[in-house]
């Protein structure tokens, strides 16, 4: 499990706060701190005894009573899912739960579009010239 880097922070913070604006009263977003394992080896051992997840996606939306799942992952270039996050994906998607990875708000914003989240406002340019 590894440390959430300061790229990855920003770009799930602002992932956070374009959520913020535009998610539907009643859903919920959390941040699942799996990063917090990747200290010494005993505390990732009392971590899985706790039940972590090894590759579990950073942030969860909570909508009408199903956990839609995203890996955030810092802009520009993507890095690859390690093993344990796609093994992960692939145990959430099997329950059912919709997965995926974003890199900004534009990406989380189509995720969630796209699961059928309605969200508050439209979706924005993003940056493109109306």
Known sequence: MARLTALERQEQRA???WLALVLPAGAVVLHV??????GSAARGKAL????????????????????????????????????TQEEAHRRLALA??????ATGPEEADALL?????????PPPAWGRAA
């Open 15 to 17: 992932i956070l706060r």
């Open 33 to 38: 701190p799996n990063e917090e394992a990747s």
């Open 48 to 83: 899985l005894g706790d039940g972590v997840l090894p590759g579990c996606p950073d942030l969860c939306v909570v909508w009408q009573g199903r956990a839609h799942w995203i890996e955030v992952k810092r802009r520009g270039r993507r890095a690859a899912l390690r093993a």
């Open 96 to 101: 059912g739960c919709p997965v995926g990875v």
């Open 113 to 121: 579009r796209e699961w059928g989240v309605p969200l508050k406002l």
